[in-house]
């Protein structure tokens, strides 16, 4: 069989629809099956045509939340626990001797890594470069996280903190505990830091070369930024909304923080723009929020078509909504919500059209500085068409379909492509 087994963590949307974007690209080439412990964006899966295996444990909405706060720092504790990758890794197992995949490909879930190694089956992670902060932090491209800007941290000098950044990724390892423990009962050792749990036999960025513009390990692979593209009809009231001021397109993907998020659209009242924001499952979980009459807030969009009505984009800086940003060709504020998303903003900030406001300095007259001085900047509008163009380079699925062919099909070696 010519499968290619897609385990994404289907409780994020970004990792969701990048998952089926490739599995689109493959799909007159291999056989296409999906296996999910569970998320709120499983039926983007089935909607798309794929079949799709259940596995347990399944993540609960409560554990998606757990998930992320962990993930985010705002919890001390395991993504699972040692008896839940133990079931995880078994029922893995069991499937891949079921399906005999040609490849696993995840962007999320941990348990692959071992389950793969165990079985000897070649494992691809979705990744991008600014999950490597050991390279980044070498090559002077990240700065301190947001979670030492509180007091009294951030009363230290930027390189003191920015030394804390480096020594907190070897922290890091201490929440793969449980993954490790279970990773050793089957004789697999090599799995330590936080890359490490992250690195596949190969490892795909959807992400532009010139993005981050990293030297790479000869593992890792360019290709085409996987927008989500999902197929939902766009409101009357965003197709028609006034151009009288400028509009700006607020959008915080599955993993922004419902609380910042309220505080940002009750910080757009009264302010000289009109604001689309597909913000509504956050909202949902906030009490008492005032949404402002310049606001339009709404389900899930098609934000491939909706970002580019925009003249200005407000993010948290996740790589799906940082690239579909790019895509648009319009400045970005960005107020991140992790790590990665802090290094995916700056790498936008480099190129000229973005600005970084850190999430714990945020208030709406800062906001709203931010962006009148980013929609006065002509430069950063001409610097975010360029991009732009070089995004629209990349953007060719044909990319997709061709590496994976390339690598099991005809198994030809696969270089890096740079435009």
Known sequence: MNTLLF??????????????????????????????????????ITEAGFPMRHLTPQVTPEKADHLYKVDQGQAIGYFFTKTEVEEQVQNELDLL?????????????????????????????????????????????????????????????ERWLTWLGVKS??????????????????????????????TGDFNLLPEPAEFCGLDLPPSFHYIPPLIGKLDTPIPPEVQNIPHDKPIVYFAMGSSGQPAVIARIIEGFAGKPYR??????????KVNHVH???????????????VNPMADI??????????????????????????????????????????MRIRKNRFTPDRLCAAIDTLLADESARQKAKAFQAVMEQWDDPDLIRRFFTAQFLHHEPVEVVHY
């Open 7 to 44: 385990s994404p963590a289907a409780y994020n949307l970004a990792e969701t629809t990048r998952a089926i974007e490739i599995a689109k690209a493959c799909r007159h080439d291999f056989d296409i099956l999906f296996a999910s412990y569970g998320g709120k964006f499983e039926h983007l």
């Open 97 to 157: 001797r079921d399906v005999q995949p040609l490849a696993v490909i995840t962007g999320f879930n941990f348990s692959n890594s071992i389950s793969c190694r165990v079985a000897g089956v070649p494992l691809i992670w979705l990744t991008q470069s600014t999950w490597l902060f050991d390279i980044l932090y070498k090559n002077g491209l990240a700065t301190y996280p947001d979670m030492f800007d509180v007091p009294p941290l951030n009363w230290l000098p």
């Open 275 to 284: 604001v689309i924001a597909p913000v509504r499952a956050h909202l949902e």
């Open 169 to 198: 990724m070897a922290m890091t390892a201490l929440i793969f505990r449980p993954f490790r423990q279970v990773a050793q009962a089957y004789g697999i050792n090599q799995l330590k830091t936080f890359t490490e749990w992250l």
């Open 291 to 305: 949404i402002p009459d310049n606001v339009i807030v709404t389900d899930w969009l098609p934000a491939h078509k």
């Open 313 to 354: 984009s407000v993010i948290h800086g996740g790589i799906g909504t940082v690239m579909t940003a790019c895509l648009a060709g319009k400045p970005v504020v960005g107020i991140a919500m992790m790590m990665e998303q802090e290094a995916n903003i700056d790498c936008l900030v480099r190129k000229g059209f973005a």
